[in-house]
Each structure stands twice: as C-alpha cells, then as structure tokens.
C-alpha cells in the first residue's frame, strides 16, 4: 500500500539535547528527518537496526567503532546493525536517517 507523507505535517521533538526529530514509519523502516544544532552531541549507543545517514545541510562528525568520519552535505552514511556510534554536530545540520527494522521507540 502506498502512502503519502508530508514532514511538515509530523510533530517535532527533541530526543537528545539539540536533535529535533520528526519520524515517518513504514512497515519495515523508519524515517527520521532531524533539525540539529551546532555543537549536540549524540552520546556513544548502538541498535540492531541499520541505519543510513544522509546530510542535506551542515557537517557533523560522526564515530563509529573508534572510526572519525565527518559527513557533508550530500554524503551518506551506512552505520551497520550493532556498531557503536557517536556524533557531534559541527554546525547547524538538516540529516534524513532511514533504519530498518521500524524504531519502535520513536513512535
């Protein structure tokens, strides 16, 4: 079954200090599309979903399993299922993540 979603229409709010979330779910994935402000930081976790970071706009520093990676925009990024991972918004950043399985903590 199709559906049409749109962001605006999905209440905000902030899971972490500094990470504004709005969340669309489908069956099988869950879409975050987070407002983040410079300097947030996303303590060290892991999860068994994949989960597929992409930047539209500003920079942020993202660990994963001891590993730096800065993400710009247009970058994505494929955090595997269990690694541990951080991140630390260098700037002001719009990020979409997609995770699979369904987040059922962000519903």
Not at 39 to 59: I, K, N, R
Request: charged share 25%; net charge negative.
């Amino acid at each position: 079954m199709s559906a049409l979603f749109d962001w605006a229409d999905r209440p905000e709010r902030e899971v972490f200090p500094g990470f504004h979330g709005r969340f669309i779910h489908s069956g099988r994935m869950t879409f975050a599309r987070w407002r983040i402000d410079a300097g947030a930081v996303l303590p060290e976790h892991s999860h068994e979903h994949e989960q597929v970071v992409h930047v539209f706009a500003g920079e942020i520093e993202i660990v994963i399993d001891g590993k730096r990676i800065v993400c710009t925009p247009s970058t994505v990024l494929v955090i595997p299922s269990n690694a541990k991972h951080s991140g630390r918004a260098l700037s002001d950043c719009v990020v979409i993540d997609a995770f699979a399985p369904v987040r059922e903590d962000y519903k």
